[in-house]
């Protein structure tokens, strides 16, 4: 079975700071890895994912993730962030096969930016 | 648009009085899931299906029930509501096809049991 951790329940920052959200898991067999965002009163949106290959995955909106399987994390970076960036940040991980049945959810990070 | 339809999106309701949560997705997507969302604990999936007529139990099923009679629709069904219930409930799907491992979520439904 996988399971999820995210380090930091609460991350305030301020606008054009850099950021870290740290996620580790656990898994005694190959995953996927995932970050999703869940704007104010909306659903969770795919944020970026790893699946194979590189180890340093990129969204569109300036976010990265490094897949460090030594150390079982998968920490999400912005170099600098935006007021819009304010959102809780999920990391999900399930085993790494297309039937796939489980995605495990971590405990979400809020993150909050101060103007 | 792709989209996982919720309803309703807000209900208050009473201990014991039978509710119903729709879900229905307009992409084909065989594998269907719930889950509900509670602070400091982050998502929890209660049932899933691969497809029709096919579902199975997630991490947290008691008090919940579901059916996937038609691929589009997968309602969640609380027979007999309890205040522990109260959350914010996610129904999500995606496809079984290679390559696709993405979930898409629904808005959300937040359901409050007195």
């Known amino acids: 079975a996988q399971s999820v951790t995210q380090l930091d329940s609460q991350v305030p920052v301020f606008e054009e700071a850099p950021v870290e959200l740290r996620c580790n898991y656990s898994?005694?067999?190959?995953?996927?890895l995932f970050w999703y965002v869940q704007y104010p009163n909306q659903g969770l949106q795919l944020l970026l994912k790893?699946?194979?290959?590189?180890?340093l995955v990129e969204s569109i909106n300036g976010f990265e993730a490094e897949f460090n399987k030594s150390q079982t994390s998968f920490h999400l970076r912005k170099p600098s962030v935006h007021i819009s960036d304010t959102a809780e940040y999920f990391c999900?991980?399930?085993?790494?096969?297309?039937?796939?049945?489980?995605?495990?959810f971590g405990q979400g990070t809020r993150l909050t930016i101060n103007p | 648009e792709a989209q996982v339809t919720q309803n309703p999106r807000y209900l208050i309701t009473v201990t014991g009085k039978k509710l119903t949560v729709t879900c229905s997705q307009n992409?084909?997507?065989?594998?269907m899931s719930w889950y509900r969302q509670d602070p400091g604990l982050g998502l929890r999936q209660i049932y899933y299906?691969?497809?029709?007529?096919?579902?199975d139990k997630g991490d947290v099923p008691e008090g919940y029930k579901v059916s996937r009679k038609e691929k589009r629709n997968f309602p969640l069904i609380l027979e007999s509501p309890s205040p522990n219930q109260t959350s914010l409930y996610f129904c999500?799907?995606?496809?079984?096809?290679?390559?696709?491992?993405?979930?898409?979520f629904g808005a959300g439904s937040r359901l409050t049991v007195l």
């Open positions: 898994s005694s067999v190959s995953v996927y």
């Open positions: 299906s691969m497809n029709v007529e096919v579902t």
């Open positions: 790893y699946l194979s290959g590189s180890t």
């Open positions: 999500a799907s995606r496809s079984t096809s290679a390559g696709a491992n993405v979930l898409t």
């Open positions: 992409m084909n997507h065989e594998y």
């Open positions: 999900a991980v399930s085993e790494a096969f297309q039937g796939a049945q489980k995605l495990v």
